[in-house]
């Protein structure tokens, strides 16, 4: 960033403040990470800018730390789990305090509006309050045996070593959703953050390092490792780490799931989304625009919750669609730390060229452009990264519109008919993450959430298929991978189950009935 930029928006300070300050000078490679390998560097979508260089982890430096993470393990495992609450306690504290440098740097270093990267930190400060208190909770069922003088009960242990792979586009959230949980079962961590964006994870592991060292417990507990998808497979091959937890595009999943499966491991996948909102004769037009509106461009629609299909009702086609390009007519694009604007900008080129093809390819197909996209240019949008939030009218059946295309374009689909017709639309895609209605006719809204309506893993009334609580249990069915983060039950995935069967008699009665006398 320029100096005048950085001052404008106290990015230096921020940096500072997460320990990165020194980054531009050489490399950084977080506590607990032995980087030796090659060295990535981040630049800013923002500005092109050169931020800092991260080193990557080599095979013989992951030896280190899987030996680091192993035997934090050994001790972890048998601290008590409240106890280990308190540490994650500690350390929402410390995300408090670091809220802004922190949404700062997200917003930086991958491009989202400054107010989307303070939710972001502020989602991460939520799940450890959600951790904290289930730390007092991490219970299992008692049953009763079918024998005299016998007790039975399910306990949940920690599993070990868990490994993380997480993505740009939620460069700090996803990681704690997962370590938050995983800490206070009493596993140990060690995490990939995505090579787009590796200074939000050496400022994370800067913050949880502190923690540790402020509790004397060991740095293994929290490990980082930096690189691309090869150093991913040190984990997904590496049977010493029973879950891998793995955040990204379908394809990635398919190669994790297939790894970790060769190998009987766990893997909680939450992948890609291809989510819609159905707009039905009853919707609120004011409230179906917002919704549609933040679910399209946040984030410059690289969420995986982003909507990407709008399924309009015939009787409500002209309105709904004149109201969303008035809204779009008002959309500021340019430097997400400027909180005048709505959009930042795609991660990088390559994201550019991606959505490029994809208009491209909508129009070949036969698509309408009402919207029109296009990549600005001039000295704001000096990066290269800035793009226009396109509307396309299309078809459900295009391939194009069957794709997640990690961009701000939203595809405008009609249906006629009952609400089901619309369903069947939603459902027609092999994604399954997120989905939404606007209605306010009980009926449609009943019809959409049974068991013959939606078929996604998130299913909401009168609000967009972004931006979802981390009290729910998050993630997707189909081909987004089956998985379920962050809240509700999502944490029995971080434990082994024990079913113990006691007998406090003399006697030896066998299940079932059996005799076996001696
Ligand atoms: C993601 O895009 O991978 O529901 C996560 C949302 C956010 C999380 C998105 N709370 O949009």
Same mark, same amino acid.
């Given at each position: 960033?320029?100096?005048?930029? +950085?001052?404008?928006?106290?990015?230096?300070?921020?940096?500072?403040?997460?320990?990165?300050?020194?980054?531009?000078?050489?490399?950084?490679?977080?506590?607990?990470?032995?980087?030796?390998?090659?060295?990535?560097?981040?630049?800013?979508? &923002?500005?092109?800018?050169?931020?800092?260089?991260?080193?990557?982890?080599?095979?013989?430096?992951?030896?280190?730390?899987?030996?680091?993470?192993?035997?934090?393990?050994?001790?972890?495992?048998?601290?008590?789990?409240?106890?280990?609450?308190?540490?994650?306690?500690?350390?929402?504290?410390?995300?408090?305090?670091?809220?802004?440098?922190?949404?700062?740097?997200?917003?930086?270093?991958?491009?989202?509006?400054?107010?989307?990267?303070?939710?972001?930190?502020?989602?991460?400060?939520?799940?450890?309050?959600?951790?904290?208190?289930?730390?007092?909770?991490?219970?299992?069922?008692?049953?009763?045996?079918?024998?005299?003088?016998?007790?039975?009960?399910?306990?949940?242990?920690?599993?070990?070593? &868990?490994?993380?792979?997480?993505?740009?586009?939620?460069?700090?959230?996803?990681?704690?959703?997962?370590?938050?949980?995983?800490?206070?079962?009493?596993?140990?961590?060690?995490? %990939?953050?995505?090579?787009?964006?590796?200074? $939000?994870?050496?400022? $994370?592991?800067?913050?949880?390092?502190?923690?540790?060292?402020?509790?004397?417990?060991?740095?293994?507990?929290? $490990?980082?490792?930096?690189?691309?998808?090869?150093?991913?497979?040190?984990?997904?091959?590496?049977?010493?780490?029973?879950?891998?937890?793995?955040?990204?595009?379908?394809?990635?999943?398919?190669? &994790?799931?297939?790894?970790?499966?060769?190998?009987?491991?766990?893997?909680?996948?939450?992948?890609?989304?291809?989510?819609?909102?159905?707009?039905?004769?009853?919707?609120?037009?004011?409230?179906?625009?917002?919704?549609?509106?933040?679910?399209?461009?946040?984030?410059?629609?690289?969420?995986?919750?982003?909507?990407?299909?709008?399924?309009?009702?015939?009787?409500?086609?002209?309105?709904?669609?004149?109201?969303?390009?008035?809204?779009?007519?008002?959309?500021?694009?340019?430097?997400?730390?400027?909180?005048?604007?709505?959009?930042?900008?795609?991660?990088? %080129?390559?994201?550019?060229?991606?959505?490029?093809?994809?208009?491209?390819?909508?129009?070949?197909?036969?698509?309408?452009?009402?919207?029109?996209?296009?990549?600005?240019?001039?000295? +704001?949008?000096?990066?290269?990264?800035?793009?226009?939030?396109?509307?396309?009218?299309?078809?459900?059946?295009?391939?194009?519109?069957?794709?997640?295309?990690?961009?701000?374009?939203?595809?405008?689909? %009609?249906?006629?008919?009952?609400?089901?017709?619309?369903?069947?639309?939603?459902?027609?895609?092999?994604?399954?993450?997120?989905?939404?209605?606007?209605?306010?006719?009980?009926?449609?809204?009943?019809?959409?959430?049974?068991?013959?309506?939606?078929?996604?893993?998130?299913?909401?009334?009168?609000?967009?298929?972004?931006?979802?609580?981390?009290?729910?249990?998050?993630?997707?069915?189909?081909?987004?991978?089956?998985?379920?983060?962050?809240?509700?039950?999502?944490? %029995?995935?971080?434990?082994?189950?024990?079913?113990?069967?006691?007998?406090?008699?003399?006697?030896?009665?066998?299940?079932?009935?059996?005799?076996?006398?001696?």
């Amino acid at each position: 960033m320029s100096n005048v930029a +950085a001052a404008t928006f106290g990015l230096d300070e921020a940096l500072e403040q997460l320990g990165l300050g020194e980054i531009n000078e050489g490399t950084s490679t977080g506590s607990n990470n032995f980087g030796s390998g090659e060295v990535i560097e981040s630049y800013s979508p &923002v500005d092109g800018d050169l931020i800092g260089k991260v080193t990557t982890t080599s095979k013989e430096d992951y030896e280190k730390v899987m030996t680091a993470a192993s035997q934090a393990f050994t001790f972890w495992r048998k601290v008590p789990a409240p106890q280990r609450g308190e540490v994650v306690r500690q350390f929402g504290e410390k995300l408090r305090e670091l809220k802004e440098p922190l949404g700062k740097l997200v917003s930086y270093e991958m491009g989202k509006s400054y107010q989307e990267g303070l939710g972001e930190v502020q989602e991460m400060i939520d799940i450890c309050d959600f951790a904290v208190g289930l730390s007092r909770q991490l219970h299992g069922l008692t049953m009763h045996s079918e024998r005299p003088g016998h007790r039975m009960y399910e306990q949940y242990h920690p599993l070990g070593v &868990v490994g993380i792979i997480s993505a740009f586009n939620f460069p700090v959230a996803v990681w704690s959703w997962n370590t938050a949980l995983a800490w206070i079962c009493g596993d140990v961590c060690v995490w %990939k953050p995505s090579e787009k964006t590796p200074l $939000c994870g050496v400022a $994370c592991q800067n913050i949880i390092a502190e923690v540790l060292k402020e509790n004397n417990l060991p740095e293994g507990i929290s $490990c980082l490792i930096n690189g691309d998808y090869k150093v991913g497979e040190f984990m997904t091959h590496d049977k010493r780490v029973p879950l891998v937890s793995a955040t990204g595009s379908i394809r990635m999943g398919k190669i &994790v799931a297939q790894a970790v499966a060769a190998r009987l491991g766990k893997s909680l996948l939450e992948l890609g989304g291809n989510n819609a909102i159905i707009v039905t004769p009853d919707a609120d037009i004011k409230m179906t625009v917002i919704g549609a509106v933040f679910g399209a461009v946040g984030t410059a629609g690289q969420r995986c919750t982003s909507t990407r299909r709008l399924i309009i009702h015939d009787s409500m086609y002209d309105q709904v669609k004149k109201a969303l390009v008035d809204a779009y007519r008002q959309l500021r694009i340019g430097n997400p730390l400027d909180e005048n604007n709505h959009v930042g900008p795609l991660i990088d %080129k390559d994201a550019v060229k991606m959505y490029e093809a994809a208009l491209e390819k909508v129009k070949t197909e036969g698509g309408n452009i009402l919207v029109e996209g296009g990549v600005l240019t001039g000295e +704001a949008y000096e990066s290269g990264c800035y793009v226009k939030p396109a509307i396309v009218e299309a078809e459900n059946s295009f391939d194009i519109v069957q794709e997640e295309t990690f961009a701000p374009i939203l595809y405008l689909l %009609k249906y006629s008919g009952g609400v089901e017709n619309a369903i069947a639309i939603q459902n027609g895609v092999v994604q399954g993450l997120s989905s939404a209605i606007m209605t306010n006719n009980l009926r449609e809204a009943e019809q959409f959430l049974s068991a013959a309506g939606s078929d996604c893993g998130i299913a909401n009334v009168n609000i967009g298929t972004s931006g979802a609580e981390i009290g729910g249990a998050f993630g997707g069915e189909k081909e987004t991978g089956g998985g379920r983060e962050s809240g509700s039950d999502a944490w %029995k995935i971080y434990m082994r189950r024990q079913t113990n069967t006691i007998n406090y008699t003399t006697e030896l009665p066998l299940a079932q009935g059996i005799k076996f006398d001696l």
